[in-house]
C-alpha cells in the first residue's frame, strides 16, 4: 500500500486480527474505513488431510509453528509494523482450544507489550459481521451461517445482538458435505470436490430425501442424507465417476432444497419482527458453493430481499473477519481484558432454545 493512502487513513483504527481455531493459521490487517491491508492464510489442510478430517493436536502445534511468520507476512504485504496497530482482535472461541490458545495468547502478548487495547472475538460474530466488512450491510439482516462446525439462520440484529432462529440438530451442513464426500471417495476438506464432482451429474437420477422441508420451524438435519447417500453407494457394485458424479449433484440438490426451505420459514419469522426489505446474507466456508448461492439469490429475490454473499476468501475461515469484528466493536468502545479465557464453546445467542435432537453444536 503506498504511503499517501496509509496517512490519509490515520484517524481510522487499525486493527491485526488472528484466526487460529480450525485448520487455518491466518492473520489480517484492517482499518476502521473497512480497507484490508493484508489478509493472509496458512491452510493447514494438508497435515490433516491424511486423516480425513482435523486433527486437534496436529492443529494445535501446526498454529504454534506457523502464527509468527503469518503475522510477520501481514504486517510484511500491509507495510506497516507493529507500532502502526491499534488493536489487536483474535477469535477467543469458539473452535478447537488448542489452537485457539494459541491465538489468544499471540493477540496478547502484542497488547501487553505495545499497550494497545485485546478483543476477544466469537468466531461465529466474525462471519456474520463480514457482510459488513464486504458489502456495509445494514442492522438487521437475516443470517444463514454454514460451515463445518456450524449451521444456524440468525437474526443480525446490531453489534452482539444475535437471536438463533435455527441450527442443525445433528450434522453441521460443512460437515454432511465432508462426509458424503469421504462416502463418495473424494479427499479432505470434502466440500469442494463435491461440488466440483456435481457439475457433470445428473441430480434427477438418485431420489435422495430433502430434510426437514415441509417441517415447522428453522432447525436443519443433516444425517438422514448422508445415510440415504451411504445406501445409494452401497447398492451400486462398482461405482463409475458417472455414478459418483450423479450422487454428487443429487445431495447438492437435496442439500440446496433443504437450505431453501428452511431459511423461506426463517424469512417469514424475521420479516414479522422487522419488516421486509432487509438482507439474507450466507456466509461460513459452504456459501463459497455456487449452487447453494444460486438458490439462496433467487430465494431472496422471490422474498423481496437482496441477497449478500461474501467473497469466497472471505465465507472460508480467515482473519479479515476476525479483525472487522475488533474494528466493529473497538469502534463501539468495547475491549477484553487481558485475563479473558478462551472458549472452547461460545453460543452467539446463549439464550436461544435448543433444537429438539441430540448434538446440537454452539
Ligand atoms: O467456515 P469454514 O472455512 O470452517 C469452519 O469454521 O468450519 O468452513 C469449512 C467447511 C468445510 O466443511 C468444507 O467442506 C465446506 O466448508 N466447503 C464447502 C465448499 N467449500 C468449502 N462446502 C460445499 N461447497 C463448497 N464449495
Ligand atoms: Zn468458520
Given at each position: 500500500?503506498?504511503?499517501?493512502?496509509?496517512?490519509?487513513l490515520?484517524g481510522t483504527p487499525i486493527v491485526?486480527?488472528?484466526?487460529?481455531?480450525?485448520?487455518?493459521?491466518?492473520?489480517?490487517?484492517v482499518d476502521g474505513a473497512?480497507?484490508?491491508?493484508?489478509?493472509?492464510?496458512?491452510?493447514?489442510?494438508?497435515?490433516?488431510?491424511?486423516?480425513?478430517?482435523?486433527?486437534?493436536?496436529?492443529?494445535?502445534?501446526?498454529?504454534?509453528?506457523?502464527?509468527?511468520?503469518?503475522?510477520?507476512?501481514?504486517?510484511?504485504?500491509?507495510?506497516?509494523?507493529?507500532?502502526?496497530l491499534d488493536a489487536?482482535?483474535?477469535?477467543?472461541?469458539?473452535?478447537?482450544?488448542?489452537?485457539?490458545?494459541?491465538?489468544?495468547?499471540?493477540?496478547?502478548?502484542?497488547?501487553?507489550?505495545?499497550?494497545i487495547p485485546?478483543?476477544?472475538?466469537?468466531?461465529?460474530?466474525?462471519?456474520?459481521?463480514?457482510?459488513?466488512?464486504?458489502?456495509?450491510?445494514?442492522?438487521?439482516?437475516?443470517?444463514?451461517?454454514?460451515?463445518?462446525?456450524?449451521?444456524?439462520?440468525?437474526?443480525?440484529?446490531?453489534?452482539?445482538?444475535?437471536?438463533?432462529?435455527?441450527?442443525?440438530?445433528?450434522?453441521?451442513?460443512?460437515?454432511?458435505?465432508?462426509?458424503?464426500?469421504?462416502?463418495?471417495?473424494?479427499?479432505?476438506?470434502?466440500?469442494?470436490?463435491?461440488?466440483?464432482?456435481?457439475?457433470?451429474?445428473?441430480?434427477?437420477?438418485?431420489?435422495?430425501?430433502?430434510?426437514?422441508?415441509?417441517?415447522?420451524?428453522?432447525?436443519?438435519?443433516?444425517?438422514?442424507?448422508?445415510?440415504?447417500?451411504?445406501?445409494?453407494?452401497?447398492?451400486?457394485?462398482?461405482?463409475?465417476?458417472?455414478?459418483?458424479?450423479?450422487?454428487?449433484?443429487?445431495?447438492?440438490?437435496?442439500?440446496?432444497?433443504?437450505?431453501?426451505?428452511?431459511?423461506?420459514?426463517?424469512?417469514?419469522?424475521?420479516?414479522?419482527?422487522?419488516?421486509?426489505?432487509?438482507?439474507?446474507?450466507?456466509?461460513?466456508?459452504?456459501?463459497?458453493?455456487?449452487?447453494?448461492?444460486?438458490?439462496?439469490?433467487?430465494?431472496?429475490?422471490?422474498?423481496?430481499?437482496?441477497?449478500?454473499?461474501?467473497?469466497?476468501?472471505?465465507?472460508?475461515?480467515?482473519?479479515?473477519?476476525?479483525a472487522?469484528?475488533g474494528v466493529?466493536?473497538l469502534q463501539?468502545?468495547?475491549?477484553?481484558?487481558?485475563?479473558?479465557?478462551?472458549?472452547?464453546?461460545?453460543?452467539?445467542?446463549?439464550?436461544?432454545?435448543?433444537?429438539?435432537?441430540?448434538?446440537?453444536?454452539?
Amino acid at each position: 500500500m503506498a504511503l499517501e493512502e496509509q496517512t490519509a487513513l490515520s484517524g481510522t483504527p487499525i486493527v491485526l486480527g488472528i484466526e487460529t481455531s480450525c485448520d487455518e493459521t491466518a492473520a489480517a490487517i484492517v482499518d476502521g474505513a473497512g480497507v484490508v491491508h493484508a489478509n493472509v492464510v496458512f491452510s493447514q489442510i494438508e497435515d490433516h488431510a491424511p486423516f480425513g478430517g482435523v486433527v486437534p493436536e496436529i492443529a494445535a502445534r501446526a498454529h504454534l509453528d506457523h502464527l509468527q511468520p503469518v503475522i510477520a507476512h501481514a504486517l510484511d504485504e500491509a507495510s506497516l509494523g507493529f507500532n502502526d496497530l491499534d488493536a489487536v482482535a483474535a477469535t477467543g472461541g469458539p473452535g478447537l482450544i488448542g489452537g485457539v490458545l494459541v491465538g489468544t495468547m499471540t493477540a496478547k502478548a502484542i497488547a501487553m507489550a505495545r499497550g494497545i487495547p485485546y478483543l476477544a472475538v466469537n468466531h461465529l460474530e466474525a462471519h456474520a459481521l463480514t457482510a459488513r466488512l464486504t458489502d456495509k450491510v445494514a442492522f438487521p439482516y437475516l443470517l444463514l451461517l454454514v460451515s463445518g462446525g456450524h449451521c444456524q439462520l440468525i437474526a443480525v440484529e446490531g453489534l452482539g445482538r444475535y437471536r438463533r432462529l435455527g441450527t442443525t440438530i445433528d450434522d453441521a451442513v460443512g460437515e454432511a458435505f465432508d462426509k458424503t464426500a469421504k462416502l463418495l471417495g473424494m479427499g479432505y476438506p470434502g466440500g469442494p470436490a463435491l461440488e466440483k464432482a456435481a457439475t457433470t451429474g445428473h441430480p434427477e437420477r438418485f431420489d435422495l430425501p430433502r430434510p426437514m422441508v415441509g417441517k415447522p420451524g428453522c432447525d436443519f438435519s443433516f444425517s438422514g442424507l448422508k445415510t440415504a447417500v451411504r445406501q445409494k453407494v452401497e447398492a451400486l457394485d462398482a461405482p463409475t465417476e458417472q455414478d459418483i458424479a450423479d450422487i454428487a449433484a443429487a445431495f447438492q440438490e437435496a442439500v440446496a432444497g433443504s437450505l431453501v426451505n428452511r431459511c423461506r420459514n426463517a424469512i417469514r419469522a424475521f420479516s414479522e419482527e422487522h419488516g421486509t426489505g432487509h438482507a439474507l446474507v450466507v456466509a461460513g466456508g459452504v456459501a463459497a458453493n455456487q449452487r447453494l448461492r444460486l438458490a439462496l439469490s433467487e430465494l431472496a429475490e422471490k422474498s423481496g430481499m437482496s441477497f449478500t454473499a461474501p467473497p469466497i476468501a472471505l465465507c472460508t475461515d480467515n482473519a479479515a473477519m476476525v479483525a472487522w469484528a475488533g474494528v466493529e466493536r473497538l469502534q463501539a468502545g468495547e475491549s477484553d481484558p487481558l485475563s479473558f479465557a478462551p472458549r472452547p464453546r461460545w453460543p452467539l445467542d446463549p439464550g436461544a432454545p435448543k433444537a429438539i435432537g441430540a448434538g446440537v453444536k454452539a
